[in-house]
């Protein structure tokens, strides 16, 4: 089964927001900067993204959409430089699943490399924002 990978990046852009604090289930994960940056972002290229809001690891990007959301999950560490890394992930693998809404199967690729493909997009354009690269294994700092 493919997996989507983590996208990591480096950018003094996204700085650790005094409200993280509390909202943190965590200590030392941040990136809330990040995933309402993402929101703005995916808005204009059409997604339909409610809200974000801190959860166990990060930030959660929630993206609607139909038959099934997807979401991008949002980590930095805290203990970083002035330049800090942070990455993100798609919430949901590309693979087949079952539909209970459609009642069969669904094909998830298209969304999930469509989705990865624009968050790419929208770091390589920013120019306050360096791509370092894609793993498939949790964030380079662990």
């Known amino acids: 089964m493919a997996t989507s990978p983590f996208i990591h990046i480096h950018s003094r852009k996204f700085p650790i927001q005094p409200e993280e604090a509390d909202e943190s289930v965590n200590e030392g994960i941040y990136g809330k900067a990040l995933a309402d940056y993402l929101a703005e972002q995916l808005r204009t290229r059409g997604y339909q993204v409610p809200f974000t809001c801190g959860e166990d690891w990060g930030w959660w990007v929630e993206i609607l959409g139909q038959p099934y959301s997807l979401g991008c999950c949002v980590y930095g560490a805290s203990d970083a430089d002035e330049n800090p890394e942070l990455c993100v992930k798609i919430s949901r ?5 079952w539909s209970i809404l459609k ?28 791509m370092i690269g894609l793993s498939e294994e949790f964030p380079l700092w662990q």
């Open 103 to 130: 009642f069969r199967m669904i094909d998830t690729h298209a969304r999930v490399g469509k989705l990865q493909e624009d968050l790419k997009a929208i770091f390589t354009a920013d120019p306050d924002v360096k």
């Open 93 to 97: 693998d590309p693979e087949r699943k």
